[in-house]
């Protein structure tokens, strides 16, 4: 049975799923459903992975704890300059996407950092319910980045630089955020 808890937490954890689809979406000017779905398909199944990874992971806590801020931060800040230097010096060939699928899956862990620590810190379910879970999630944030990429394909080209600058400080807020 689905708990209005379940889905808020895995609203939660996909946040930043979307708003990085979104910004991916907006530097590479594409929005086109293979795009949409490679990067829904990474976001979403890695959540998922890394909330039942989780459950296994209490002897991994003490040692990737401090550094999964750092990490998580350090992607959004990184991403979010990225969007800002060619919104405000019109320079947006020198911003590049992950090409091979190695960028991506380090991309996709680094957000997934927070499902995995969920899973961990605080949540004391039956495996078969931490798979029910990590379904849930991996299905949210699949939709949620699905739904943002195809949004900021919609943006015209007139708008575009105010989108990259209104997604690049929220990057750059959701890493400070991260390292506090």
């Not at 230097?85 to 862990?109: I, N, T």
């Not at 605080?122 to 798979?131: A, M, Q, R």
């Amino acid at each position: 049975m689905l708990s209005i808890d379940n889905f808020l937490l895995a609203l939660g954890l996909n946040v930043d799923s979307a708003v990085l689809g979104m910004s991916l979406a907006l530097v590479a000017q594409r929005s086109d459903k293979s795009f949409a779905l490679k990067w829904s398909l990474y976001f979403g199944g890695f959540q998922g992975l890394m909330f039942f990874l989780g459950y296994f992971g209490f002897s991994l806590l003490s040692f990737l704890h401090p550094y999964s801020h750092f990490l998580a931060g350090s992607v959004f800040l990184v991403l979010g300059l990225k969007l800002l230097v060619p919104a405000y010096y019109g320079k947006e060939e020198s911003v590049s996407l992950p090409q091979s699928s190695l960028s991506s899956v380090m991309l996709s862990l680094s957000i997934s950092v927070d499902a995995f620590f969920s899973s961990v810190a605080g949540l004391k379910h039956d495996l078969t319910s931490v798979i029910n879970l990590a379904i849930l999630i991996a299905l949210v944030g699949f939709v949620l980045t699905f739904i943002s990429i195809n949004f900021a394909g919609r943006i015209r080209s007139s708008e575009r630089r105010g989108s990259l600058v209104v997604g690049g400080f929220l990057l750059i807020f959701l890493g400070v955020k991260s390292f506090l």
